[in-house]
């Protein structure tokens, strides 16, 4: 950051101009000066005029002006010249520290956005950190959960073999994950705190790893040698640690996952459903009614997919394609319910009240980690995945019945088949996640989810009107935060359109085309605006629209 300026360069080149002008308007003779009072520029005979006042920077001298008092007011320019130069050099200064931070961003996500290795993840952040700061060891200690103890995930230096064990509370970086607080230490041989192994440390930064309001870890940066330290160094390791705490969560939750995935995941979530304590205590005939939403997806465009492998890559493509897809489901304690090709259907129960929360949250979530699975594929030269996804909240029967002696999971309402139609209206409208309006009245994350009312439509055979949302918060970043900004005027344009003002609604969805072309929404309504323009709809139309095939 800036501190001062160049007051010589200020008088002689940048401000030459405005002095030379006002000189000559005060008509006196004049010299500037710098701090210890050295010529700059002007008339050496102004010494003898007995003035002398100060051209003042951030509470400190620069300069001085020289002269009669007629010249108090060019000392007082000058203070006001430097101290806007000085302003806009360490605008410029924070611009470079966030086009740094911004590289520094892209490249750790380059890196950790697509893994669910804690290893990698946790040696590309000591790779990005000791390019950056200069250090002779460093490493990323991560908090085991089930011991209490501080464990390795990767380091850079010499072998750790003999590192003593730390834990919560003892050590500096004890102190750390205690406090959630970065530490600069010049020397450690004068810290009461430190725990000397068998790797010699001098400096040392140690930066917590935080997510939420839990620290998970820490990163240490370490030099044999005294460093000076500051700032900048702690800010670079800082903006590492916050951006690849949610990809070393993630990992880790994968990894507990994989770990803990039941032989039998269908059955037993079942069991736990129907408040049964096991398999063993399943029978056939066993059910219970309860509120439950219900998610169905789908990936768009299958068959090209199909068509481009051999039998065996398809089956491969399958179980990585479900691997992506279901861990955000079980993180959100959600039952996988059914595997149908490349559909999955899966249960979120309402016993505590969270259920369509969890769901929609795993929507997103499954969403993001398809964009991760997309990226390994597509740096394979592979076919991105695209995927749409479909929510409803409602009563839904689930029970167990036998096939040759096989228990199997059963699930039966009205309720799932409204879901599996709100999949299918995904892919009509354009949209990643739909959900229908039982879903949107129960959740409490509406802000926080981004989400918009898409339509109002009727089932086929059924005297139902479902009313649709679009859950935007599921989109990629510059697609939600496009949504997210043109929503009022989207929200207008759908109300204008429902109170048969089209001229109106068609003129705002029409801009909203040229901000948003993606958005196919946008378009339905432009063309239907166009269309009831021309052979306006009866008069007990109510805007709703009616959809045979889906």
Same mark, same amino acid.
């Given at each position: ?55 003042? @920077? ?19 320019? @000058? ?70 103890? @501080? ?108 770990? *803990? ?155 799932? *088949? ?133």
């Amino acid at each position: 950051m800036a501190s001062t300026i160049n007051f010589k360069r200020l008088v002689q080149v940048e401000a030459t101009n405005v002095i030379e002008d006002l000189v000559e308007a005060l008509k006196v003779s004049v010299l500037l000066a710098d701090s210890a009072k050295r010529t700059l520029w002007g008339d050496e005979k102004a010494r003898s005029l007995g003035g002398e006042f100060p051209v003042w @920077l951030a509470g400190r001298i620069i300069g001085y002006v020289l002269g009669p008092p007629l010249v108090y007011s060019l000392a007082s320019l @000058l203070s006001y010249l430097s101290q806007q130069e000085l302003d806009k050099r360490e605008a410029t200064d924070k611009i470079l520290d966030k086009e740094s931070e911004l590289s520094l961003i892209r490249d750790i996500n380059s890196r950790v956005a697509a893994s669910l290795d804690v290893a990698e993840i946790a040696m590309a952040l000591v790779d990005e950190a000791t390019s950056f700061v200069e250090s002779t060891g460093a490493s990323v200690m991560l908090l085991n959960e089930e011991t209490g103890r @501080l464990e390795i995930a990767a380091a850079f230096g010499r072998k750790f073999d003999d590192r003593p064990v730390l834990r919560p509370g003892v050590g500096i970086v004890g102190d750390v994950l205690l406090t959630g607080v970065p530490e600069v230490v010049m020397d450690v041989t004068l810290d009461p705190r430190f725990v000397p192994g068998a790797y010699p440390v001098c400096s040392l930064i140690c930066v917590p790893i935080t997510t939420g309001e839990r620290v998970i870890g820490a990163i240490n940066i370490s030099n044999q040698r005294p460093a000076n330290y500051g700032e900048a160094e702690v800010k670079h390791v800082l903006a590492l640690a916050m951006h690849a705490a949610t990809a070393i969560e993630k990992a880790r939750q994968h990894e507990r996952v994989l770990n *803990g995935k039941p032989k039998q995941p269908l059955i037993q979530g079942f069991a736990q459903l129907l408040d049964k304590p096991g398999n063993g205590d399943l029978a056939p005939g066993d059910s219970c009614k309860e509120n439950i939403s219900v998610l169905f997806c789908g990936i768009r465009s299958y068959a090209e997919h199909y068509s481009s492998m051999t039998p065996r890559e398809n089956f491969v493509f399958i179980n990585d394609y479900l691997e992506a897809i279901c861990l955000p489901i079980l993180r959100s304690k959600g039952i996988l319910g059914r595997f149908e090709g490349d559909g999955v259907m899966a249960l979120f129960p309402d016993q505590d009240g969270k259920g369509p929360d969890q769901a929609v949250m795993a929507a997103i979530e499954m969403h993001r980690d398809l964009r991760d699975f997309s990226e390994r594929r597509r740096k394979a030269s592979k076919m991105p995945v695209e995927m749409g996804i479909g929510l409803h909240t409602g009563l839904v029967s689930v029970g167990v019945i036998e096939l040759q002696e096989d228990l199997k999971s059963t699930v039966l309402g009205d309720s799932v *088949g409204i879901a599996a139609r709100m999949e299918r209206l995904s892919k009509l409208y354009g949209l990643r996640v739909a959900i229908s309006g039982n879903t949107y009245d129960a959740l409490s994350m509406k802000p926080l989810a981004g989400i918009r009312e898409a339509d109002m439509v009727t089932i086929p055979g059924k005297e139902i009107t479902l009313t649709l949302y679009d859950v935007y918060g599921a989109d990629p970043d510059g697609i939600r935060e496009a949504k997210q900004k043109h929503q009022a005027a989207f929200n207008e344009a759908l109300g204008l359109f429902r109170h048969r003002e089209w001229g109106k609604a068609g003129r705002i969805f029409s801009r909203l085309c040229e901000f948003m072309p993606f958005d196919r929404l946008s378009m339905i309504y432009w063309k239907r605006c166009q269309a009831f323009k021309k052979s306006p709809p009866g008069e007990s139309w109510v805007g709703v629209s009616r959809i045979s095939a889906f």
